[in-house]
């Protein structure tokens, strides 16, 4: 059996992912490039419970390095590629722009080139919700344009949407993009609200609550996702025959190209996933309101049909059982 590519297998839903491959005795080469955008050790962790697997090796490689990534695709053959590889977070690309440039721009090309090149039966990448950007009309939908990315972050997915359309155009690669909505749970991301929430609480410092609590956003737990993305791997992406030049579809193409929400189908309120922390932590927050901040936007909803047809699955775990079970491995793995 060919090895399955997990790029970013260090990182939070790459970590998950190569899990759930690796329990159903699919080998995988996880990638990372062990970026210290958040706490390497965290990344350290997982991947040595990614080691406890006979299937599994990790290649410490930079997306961005084109001669080794177009080495290990030549070496492997993959018939199905991964790419959750990125450089995240909304405000982050605020500070630094060039780090999106460097990693979901010219790595992800790195990536299609590798497809292109060596056949792959099947590119699965992930997107983001952020590239609804400025769209207000709700639930989300993959039918939608979204042509007004509010940061950078945003416009290196959209980005990511195009080319991967592109190649698929051109080189009939088939392509799948997922556009994950805020995902949370063990293993999470330091810089993700759930987290960054549960720490200071229990260390009784205040909260920053952006937005004076306004806030909404389809968290979604991540054993969801990866039972989308698992199930969505077996099926490469096909052309839309009736896709219409003169009413274009977003979502499909001629070309062998598809997008789709992964999401929790139900906006959960700031505020109220604060008072699960609190109440799960047994521990009030001190809260610090602050307004709405750049690239951020007030609300995510997420239209998920699509995906429920396809892989006869959607996100359903409600916010009050993944916060219990976020904050059950958080005091677990910090000794709290």
């Not at 177009?70 to 605020?94: H, M, P």
């Not at 997915?157 to 991967?164: D, G, H, I, Q, Y």
């Not at 999401?263 to 610090?288: C, D, F, H, Q, T």
């Amino acid at each position: 059996m060919t090895p399955v590519l997990v790029t970013g297998a260090a990182g939070f839903i790459g970590y998950h992912l190569s899990e759930r491959l690796l329990a159903a005795g699919r080998p995988v080469i996880g990638l990372d490039n062990m970026s210290d955008y958040y706490d390497v050790t965290l990344k350290q962790g997982r991947l040595e419970r990614l080691a406890r697997h006979a299937g599994f090796q990790f290649v410490h490689a930079d997306l961005a390095d084109a001669p080794k990534i177009d080495a290990l695709f030549a070496e492997q053959k993959f018939e199905l590629v991964y790419n959750l590889a990125a450089q995240a977070g909304v405000r982050y690309s605020l500070v630094n722009p060039q780090a999106y440039v460097h990693a979901n721009l010219e790595g992800f090309v790195n990536i299609l080139e590798g497809c292109r090149h060596h056949k792959v039966g099947h590119l699965v990448f992930a997107s983001s919700s952020s590239v609804y950007g400025a769209v207000t009309k709700m639930p989300f939908s993959v039918h939608q344009n979204v042509d007004h990315p509010l940061s950078v972050y945003a416009a290196s997915k959209k980005a990511n949407e195009l080319l991967a359309h592109s190649y698929s155009h051109l080189y009939r690669i088939p392509s799948t993009g997922l556009r994950f909505f805020t995902v949370y749970g063990p293993w999470g991301r330091p810089d993700m609200a759930m987290f960054l929430f549960t720490k200071a609480i229990l260390a009784g410092e205040p909260i920053d609550v952006f937005n004076n609590g306004e806030m909404q956003r389809d968290f979604t737990y991540v054993d969801d996702i990866v039972e989308a993305l698992f199930r969505l791997g077996p099926q490469p992406a096909a052309p839309n025959e009736n896709w219409d030049s003169n009413n274009p579809d977003p979502a499909t193409s001629k070309a062998p190209y598809r997008l789709y929400n992964i999401g929790n189908n139900s906006p959960v309120k700031l505020m109220r996933l604060i008072e699960v922390i609190e109440e799960k932590l047994g521990k009030k927050a001190v809260k610090n309101f602050l307004p709405l901040q750049p690239g951020d936007v007030p609300a995510t909803f997420a239209d998920v049909d699509d995906l429920a047809r396809a892989v006869d699955f959607a996100p359903r775990t409600p916010i009050e059982v993944g916060v219990g079970r976020f904050i059950d491995w958080y005091r677990d793995y910090y000794g709290v």
